[in-house]
């Protein structure tokens, strides 16, 4: 089983990547499934879809090729009714007006969520080699697959002691409060979404899973590209290549786009300088737009030039842990970062890893829980954390 996603910058065309990755799966032999929750439905566009088909599971599009839209209003209901339902209860004892209340109510980025829960159920269905999700921009990618580590430290930390006193104390405080407190219905619901999240990042981290970046051949474009290459790899999610989009050909270039072809060139020096050893799969602008399966197919097999498109690329593992005669050496992958932009705390049995706005909190495994920091360093784009034994641990168990 093969999974895949595509995101970048809104615009540089990672729809048409996907799309095109899917149909060149699809025509190798493979039963490839390509999903999008795009409310627009630009991925049933690519294909060149006059309806998308909606609410009626995967939709064969091509021989080997089927497209899938998410039901959002199916998932939601199973996902997060019983939440919904009880934070309905709340802001009605608060005098909100009902219509208000149903907006206020409704999850932040659901359908990116929803996605990822139906990726999940289609790669343990066992129907398919390969899954192909169409994400959305870089911004709502990372917030969304951030998700699963930010809730796993809740519901770790915080969760088991939270239930337990509601349990308690659930009568009094529904009483003093006049606000009525969550049922084990709901409770039941916030551990169902839990373990459905880190099922969900257990597949996404897993050896057979990887992300694609589209970006364009532009200072700016691939300004956040390499961003997101840095962010990704902190949550722990592999990036094996980079698609450059939108390059103007060579051939027959007038003076006006021979200006476009030298600026592009001097970008592509840099992505492939600074992604290296990454793939770097360049896409060129067609002569007309690509729409339909032909139309995509005939764009990655440009992108690819012969390459397998979704073959399991040897990429280093996102953290790994190693011994040796001094104590113990935490490497986690931080491909393009500077030392500067790094911020590292020790907090308890946690590692606390900050690059610019995004923050990443590591469980330590037992071992280290007797150790401390001795220094840490970044190192070919990773990030060396050294741990040696702790005495004052050791002073105060003995």
């Known amino acids: 089983m093969r999974v895949l996603l ?46 998308p088909p909606l609410g009626q599971g995967p939709t064969r599009i091509a021989p080997q090729l089927w497209l899938l839209h998410v039901d959002v209003r199916d998932r939601f209901a199973r996902a997060w009714g019983d939440i919904q339902r009880y934070l309905l209860d709340v802001l009605d004892s608060a005098g909100v007006d009902p ?23 289609q790669v343990r269905s066992g129907q398919w080699d390969v899954v192909i999700l169409d994400c959305a921009p870089t911004a709502e990618t990372l917030r969304l697959l951030s998700l699963p580590d930010a809730l796993r ?5 915080i969760w088991p002691t939270e239930r337990r ?27 169902r979404l839990h373990a459905d999240l880190s099922d969900v990042r257990e ?9 694609r970046l589209v970006t364009t051949a532009e200072a ?20 094996d290549g980079i698609v450059v989009n939108r390059l103007f050909p060579v051939d027959g270039a007038d003076e006006w786009r021979s200006g476009w072809i030298a600026a592009q060139a001097v970008q592509l ?20 737009e690509p729409v339909g399966v032909p139309g995509v197919l005939r764009v990655a097999l440009d992108m690819y030039g012969g390459q397998d498109p979704v073959a399991v690329r040897d990429v280093p593992d996102p953290m790994t842990m190693i011994r040796d005669a001094a104590g113990y050496r935490l490497s986690l992958a931080l491909p393009l970062v500077a030392r500067g932009e790094v911020d590292l705390a020790r907090r308890g049995d ?49």
Not at 32 to 49: C, E, I, N, Q, Y
Not at 99 to 121: C, F, I, K, Q, S
Not at 269 to 288: A, E, K, T
């Open 6 to 51: 595509f995101t970048g910058k809104g615009g540089v065309g990672k729809t048409t990547a996907a799309a095109g990755t899917a149909a060149l799966a699809a025509s190798q032999g493979h039963r490839t499934l390509v999903l999008s929750t795009d409310p627009a439905h630009s991925l049933a566009d690519a294909f060149g879809l006059a309806e």
């Open 99 to 121: 219509m208000e209340a149903e907006e206020l109510t409704v999850l932040p980025g659901a359908e990116e969520v929803l996605a990822l829960l139906e990726v999940r159920d």
């Open 153 to 157: 430290w809740y519901m770790d930390r």
């Open 165 to 191: 006193v509601l349990g308690l104390l659930r009568p009094v405080l529904t009483k003093a409060s006049g606000v009525p407190m969550p049922g084990n219905g709901v409770l039941d619901a916030i551990e």
């Open 203 to 211: 597949i996404l981290t897993a050896t057979d899973a990887s992300v």
């Open 220 to 239: 700016v474009v691939f300004a956040e590209s390499r961003r997101t290459l840095t962010s990704l790899s902190l949550y722990g999610y592999r990036v």
């Open 269 to 288: 020096d840099r992505i492939d300088s600074d992604c290296h050893p990454l793939p770097v799969w360049r896409s060129l602008y067609q002569s007309s």
């Open 350 to 398: 946690e590692l606390v890893v900050t690059v610019g706005p995004h923050r990443r909190i590591l469980s330590l495994p037992g071992a280290l829980h007797r150790c401390k920091v001795n220094r840490a360093q970044i190192s070919d784009g990773r990030l060396l954390v050294f741990f040696i034994p702790d005495p004052d641990v050791r002073k105060r168990e003995e």
